[in-house]
């Protein structure tokens, strides 16, 4: 979990490093940090606060359709 937070810092400095750093004037450069920044973080934000709900969903089988197969 923390090597996720970590990922939305990195992108976080992804986005804001154009102007940091003093390549903002490149468009390429800069369109490139921000957008691979903001995919970076968004998808480990999606990762910190959309995992909580995955790890509880699905761990235990329905009991009903395991044993209607056993006995069958």
Request: proline residues 3%; hydrophobic residues 55%.
């Amino acid at each position: 979990m923390l090597e996720n937070w970590v990922m939305v810092v990195v992108g976080i400095w992804a986005m804001i490093s154009p102007w940091v750093l003093g390549f903002s004037s490149i468009s390429v450069a800069k369109w490139d940090s921000l957008i691979i920044g903001l995919i970076v973080m968004l998808s480990n934000v999606w990762v910190i606060f959309g995992s909580a709900d995955a790890e509880t969903d699905g761990v235990e089988p329905k009991k009903g359709r395991i044993e209607s197969k056993v006995k069958s």
